[in-house]
């Protein structure tokens, strides 16, 4: 089986249009937002370039994100790995009760917020043993389709400005179907489409997938629970 799954991260404004292509497609992805962000109006130097990063308002975000599912990112974006168990736990559980509140959705899934390793043993352990927490995005692309071994530590197939995307999408498309569970993983920012001035990128990649019968578009918590339904 192929199954495709996109998530992405932040909450800013650009997600308004990155959701409009979506649904045109008939397509549901997997976004992480900072509860203790929303409304917030400010830019960030991302890559040595000057990039809005507006978070949507609740009210925007309610209405954007209305047929899309919603996991968690922590309340303010911190390291995970520099904070005591208390700390990680308010960072993770108040952003997972504000979202539920908000959205009105079960979440079991989030991603850890910032680059590089934001987190590790302690911070796996505490959320595992004390959340209702199930999986955790990494920002570590692992190049191939496989599904994580440890579900708290789900490293993606690429970014979605890769310059290896391409590549890795035409050769998931290409290969063979089996019973065996074969997963592209991609994610992003949305306003990195800005950034780049690349938006033709995610509508060529979100008419591909749509387009494509053999491929099975699902969210990331659809893929957590059909995996370990499915476990042999």
Same mark, same amino acid.
């Given at each position: 089986m192929k199954i495709v799954t996109l998530s992405f991260d932040d909450g800013t404004i650009q997600d308004k249009r990155l959701v409009s292509i979506l649904e045109r497609y008939g397509l549901r992805a997997t976004f992480h937002l900072n509860s203790g962000f929303f409304g917030q109006k400010h830019e960030i130097v991302h890559g040595g370039i000057l990039c809005d990063h507006t978070e949507l308002t609740i009210e925007e975000a309610k209405k954007v994100y209305r047929n899309?599912?919603?996991?968690?990112h922590t309340v303010h974006h911190p390291d995970l790995s520099k904070l005591d168990e208390k700390e990680i736990l308010a960072e993770v559980g108040e952003d997972q009760q504000a979202l539920e509140e908000i959205f009105e959705q079960k979440i079991i899934g989030m991603a850890y917020p910032g680059g590089g390793t934001p987190y590790n043993e302690v911070v796996m352990r505490?959320?595992?043993? =004390?959340?209702?927490?199930?999986?955790?995005?990494?920002?570590?692309?692992?190049? &191939?389709?496989?599904?994580?071994?440890?579900?708290?530590?789900? =490293?993606?197939?690429?970014d979605i400005q890769s310059d290896k995307?391409?590549?890795?999408?035409?050769? /998931?498309?290409?290969?063979?179907?089996?019973?065996?569970?074969?997963?592209?993983?991609?994610?992003?920012?949305? /306003?990195? /489409? &800005?950034?780049?001035?690349?938006?033709?990128?995610?509508?060529? /990649?979100?008419?591909?997938?749509?387009?494509?019968?053999?491929?099975r578009v699902m969210t990331t918590k659809e893929v957590y629970?059909?995996?370990?339904? =499915?476990?042999?």
């Open positions: 899309q599912e919603i996991a968690v505490v959320i595992r043993n =004390n959340t209702s927490i199930c999986f955790a995005r990494t920002v570590h692309e692992q190049y &191939d389709y496989s599904l994580p071994q440890n579900w708290m530590e789900w =490293n993606p197939t690429c995307f391409p590549y890795l999408t035409e050769k /998931f498309i290409e290969s063979a179907d089996s019973e065996e569970i074969n997963l592209l993983y991609v994610w992003g920012h949305a /306003f990195e /489409f &800005d950034k780049y001035d690349n938006w033709e990128r995610m509508e060529a /990649f979100a008419e591909k997938i749509a387009s494509n019968s053999a491929l629970l059909y995996a370990n339904a =499915n476990r042999k």
